[in-house]
């Protein structure tokens, strides 16, 4: 919800190209937790956010 409004500013804003940006990075995290087999729907949402802090350090 909180990305949603954040793409919903950037735009009235006159920022389209951050609001794409923002919107890549959502998605990039979801494919992030499915590749690693971690379901993010059902799951512990802290947890998941560590395990993608941990993988972008990792890389």
């Known amino acids: ?3 949603r409004l ?3 500013a950037a735009l009235a804003l006159g920022l389209p190209s951050l609001a794409r940006g923002i919107g890549r990075m959502r998605r990039a995290g979801r494919d992030i937790l499915d590749r690693s087999g971690h379901e993010a729907g059902r799951g512990n949402v802290v947890t998941a956010a560590a395990l993608v802090v941990l993988y972008l350090v990792g890389v």
């Open 6 to 8: 954040t793409m919903r």
């Open 1 to 3: 919800m909180r990305t």
